[in-house]
Nanobody
Framework: QVQLVESGGGAVQAGGSLRLSCVGS????????MGWYRQAPGKQRELVAA????????RYADSVKGRFFIDRDNAKFTMTLQMNSLKPEDTAVYYC????????????????WGQGIQVTVSS
């Protein structure tokens, strides 16, 4: 079955950096669009960044543009999110997600989700 395993979360001070990774298995990784969502306490889950199957198209939430960078390595079945200049408002559980359809992935309807990983940014 499909598995998405996130790693790289943790606690960091404001201004610091973290790099999240997501390893996918059980599906044709190179065909699917991939993305990161996040959910902060008391808030709705939101799309942070997404990348098309071969990486030619990316999309970012306005709040992270210029600070976060999404990438993928299809040969290693891995997607990464480099997070720089972190702010306390970036604190959330981050979820890896995938779907064959770009619209479903970016529209909050991905077929598969990871288990989530905590990112905490202190001021």
């Amino acid at each position: 079955q499909v598995q998405l395993v996130e790693s790289g979360g943790g606690a960091v001070q404001a201004g610091g950096s973290l790099r999240l990774s997501c390893v996918g298995s059980g599906f044709e990784f190179r065909i699917n669009a991939m993305g990161w969502y996040r959910q902060a306490p008391g808030k709705q889950r939101e799309l942070v960044a997404a990348i098309s199957n071969y990486g030619s198209t990316t999309r970012y939430a306005d709040s992270v543009k210029g600070r976060f960078f999404i990438d993928r390595d299809n040969a290693k079945f891995t997607m990464t999110l480099q997070m720089n200049s972190l702010k306390p408002e970036d604190t959330a559980v981050y979820y890896c997600a995938t779907d064959r359809m770009w619209g479903d992935l970016t529209g909050g309807r991905p077929t598969n989700w990871g288990q989530g990983i905590q990112v905490t940014v202190s001021s």
